[in-house]
């Protein structure tokens, strides 16, 4: 089974706070995502990547910066951190043999 | 508006019974489809991809696809409590690119 550890698993932030989000997968995966799931909007890309040093915009991206520093490494930046970021991140994996996407476990953010 | 447009939002079926779930994308782009579930509490989890016309069978899980009209089902028979969840579909032309996923049908399987 695929493995995609997300660290913290929960987190409270401040408005104007910064937060960052780790999301490491030993996988051997090439691509790497950041989405966000909240109820009325469901899951949303935010940032994705195709290997070390590449970074790829996605769907919602205002707000966040991401960096891939390794095939493994993936964060998720807040500098500003809103109240409109409290949401469920999930960091997610992919390779090149299959389709599937496999899923950490979700980092729940709230920004106070 | 949402391009992965999920049908019903919700649905109660019987333990043993049929659940049918619908799905249509509006980007004429896509390609590729899935379908994920979501325990409460839990990630998103791949029960089922389907890229061609037609129809997949998997255990208890039935998917069909029409490229033409962008629309995919999944079928669940005999359900189970265990099949309790949120269920995702999600479409791309580009799975590498990420996917663009559905607000979800929530199923419900009572004894």
């Known amino acids: 089974e695929a493995a995609v550890t997300q660290s913290p698993r929960n987190k409270v932030t401040v408005t104007g706070g910064n937060v960052t989000l780790s999301c490491r997968q030993t996988?051997?995966?090439?691509?790497m995502y950041w989405y966000r799931q909240d109820t009325g909007h469901g899951l949303r890309l935010i940032h994705y990547s195709y290997g070390a040093g590449n970074l790829q915009i996605g769907d919602v991206p205002d707000g966040y910066k991401a960096t891939r520093t390794t095939q493994e490494d993936f964060f998720l930046l807040l500098e500003l951190a809103s109240p409109s970021q409290t949401s469920l991140y999930f960091c997610a994996s992919s390779g090149t043999s299959n389709t599937e996407v496999f899923f950490g476990k979700g980092t729940r953010l709230t920004v106070v | 508006q949402q391009k992965v447009q999920q049908s019903p939002e919700s649905l109660i079926v019987p333990e043993g019974g049929m659940a049918s779930l619908n799905c249509t994308s509006s980007d004429r782009n896509v390609d590729y489809f899935w379908w994920y579930r979501q325990h409460s509490g839990k990630s998103p989890k791949m029960l089922m991809s389907i890229f061609s016309n037609g129809e997949k069978e998997e255990g208890r899980f039935t998917v069909h696809l029409n490229k033409a009209s962008l629309h995919t089902s999944l079928h669940i028979r005999d359900s189970q409590p265990s099949d309790s969840a949120l269920y995702l579909c999600?479409?791309?032309?580009?799975?590498?690119?990420?996917?663009?996923f559905g607000l979800g049908t929530r199923v419900s399987v009572f004894p």
């Open positions: 999600a479409a791309s032309n580009n799975y590498a690119q990420g996917l663009t």
């Open positions: 996988n051997s995966h090439n691509y």
